[in-house]
């Protein structure tokens, strides 16, 4: 069967990423230029920066260039909560009964089927169809690419064609137009990034008034968590700070049901959480852990002779700015001061209000790469001078990539408890 050709190249580009490449900055380290898969320009002015994704063993960051061409490191939301948030007792369980292999196991498969889920709610929200006979050429070629036990597709596939169908009985009940999709965004007031899964109009069915929202996609089905109520408030901050013409009204956790007759979904309203009181309190926190951090990279490289030379030689360290200034384009760098979004004086409720005394947070040491699996259409170019490890002259060395001391943390992950 011929495949559809979309309207949206970028959604085609998303659900394919085959046809896409990464440009490896250092073995095992990536860049990507994140690029939102819809954004409507009649609605929106498009942000004036750029923002990338650093991606390696252990490392996930956000960043954009200043106006001098130095580039700005940002936590996503995701890791920014995990510095701060104490372990859920209900998770703690649950790893307990699973053990530490089980757990990852389960965990892994359930952000994979997460990330797949996804891909299927953007390609139906912006396309405004969806086949699905395409669904098990789709859940095959994303198995092969994400490198997933067989055992995946029997669990996803019944499953996935029901979760469109629930988020299709979403989207028509609330006449749902999307603002954008995945849209990557930054924070300079408060120093955090992140990708926000669709803020869009939407039409309360009993009152018929319309009203804008951030609806951030989970794919459990036992309700949510602090966590997820977190996240959504610091999503409006950051959209709030960009967008300050386009106000969000309301947010809401949306999550497909196991239903069996009739599409049905979860769909909570976050917009009056009262643990979002203690954000100002937990960005302070997380400022405290992230100054405490160091940017570097130790590369061990060359060969290593104990009779002879010295053990200096066998390694260089590096800073992730010196890294990516290394290896970024000119056309990557603004030539002029760059317009990001001034620090409002009073952004969004009380509740949102900046920490008195509170500093920019020094991002620096890697993170966990696990976090918001934002998704990018568009790679960043990466190349310039060779770096101290690339053997300029032709010379053999033997790469020991990095392996910085990050801890497995389940806090956050889309997990079934």
């Known amino acids: 069967m ?36 819809f954004f409507d320009t009649d609605a929106l002015r498009e942000p004036p ?58 965990r892994d498969l359930a952000a ?37 036990p067989d055992k995946f597709y029997a669990d996803s596939l019944s499953k996935i064609r029901k979760d469109v169908l629930a988020f299709a009985q979403f989207v028509r009940d609330y006449n749902v137009k999307p603002l954008a999709i995945e849209i990557g965004l930054v924070s300079p007031t408060y120093h955090f990034a992140g990708c926000v899964d669709m803020p869009c109009v939407m039409t309360d069915p009993k009152t018929g ?39 969000i009204d309301r947010l809401y956790n949306f999550s497909p049901k196991d239903w069996r007759t009739k599409p049905t979904y979860n769909l909570k309203d976050q917009t009056e959480s009262v643990n979002a009181q203690k954000l100002p309190h937990l960005l302070a926190l997380a400022a405290i852990e992230d100054e405490k951090r160091e940017n570097t990279l130790t590369i061990v490289r060359g060969v290593l002779d104990l009779d002879k030379g010295k053990i200096s030689d066998n390694y260089v360290t590096l800073s992730l700015a010196e890294l990516i200034k290394s290896k970024s384009e000119a056309n990557d760098k603004p030539e002029v001061a760059a317009n990001v979004p001034e620090a409002p004086e009073n952004p969004g409720n009380g509740q949102n209000k900046p920490v008195e005394g509170e500093t920019q947070v020094k991002t620096s040491k890697p993170t966990s790469a696990r976090g918001n699996a934002c998704k990018t259409a568009k790679t960043g170019k990466i190349t310039g001078e060779p770096l101290p490890w690339e053997n300029p002259k032709g010379a053999t060395a033997d790469f020991i990539p990095p392996r910085p001391d990050v801890k497995e943390n389940l806090l956050n992950d889309e997990i079934d408890l």
């Not at 953007?122 to 092969?144: K, Q, T």
């Not at 036992?222 to 997820?228: C, M, S, T, V």
Request: cysteine-free.
């Open 209 to 247: 008034k319309a009203f804008t929202a951030i609806v951030d996609f989970k794919s459990g089905r036992k309700g949510f968590y602090e966590e997820h109520e977190l996240q959504l408030h610091l999503y409006r901050m950051m959209w709030d700070e960009n967008f300050p013409e386009v106000r």
């Open 2 to 37: 011929k495949k559809e050709e979309s309207n949206y190249p970028e959604l085609d580009a998303l659900t394919r990423p085959e046809e896409t490449e990464k440009t490896e900055i250092y073995p095992g380290m990536t860049v990507e230029e994140i690029n939102a898969v």
């Open 112 to 148: 994979a089927y997460g990330t797949f889920m996804h891909i299927q709610f953007e390609r139906l929200v912006v396309n405004r169809s969806y086949n699905f006979d395409e669904v098990p050429g789709e859940l095959l070629a994303y198995m092969e690419r994400e490198n997933l």
């Open 49 to 106: 920066y750029r923002v990338y994704r650093l991606d390696g063993e252990g490392h996930r960051y956000y960043y954009r260039f200043d106006e001098f061409g130095e580039p700005v490191f940002y936590p996503s939301v995701t890791t920014l909560l995990k510095q701060v948030m104490p372990t859920s007792p209900f998770l703690i369980d649950w790893m307990l009964a699973n053990g530490k292999e089980g757990a990852v196991e389960k």
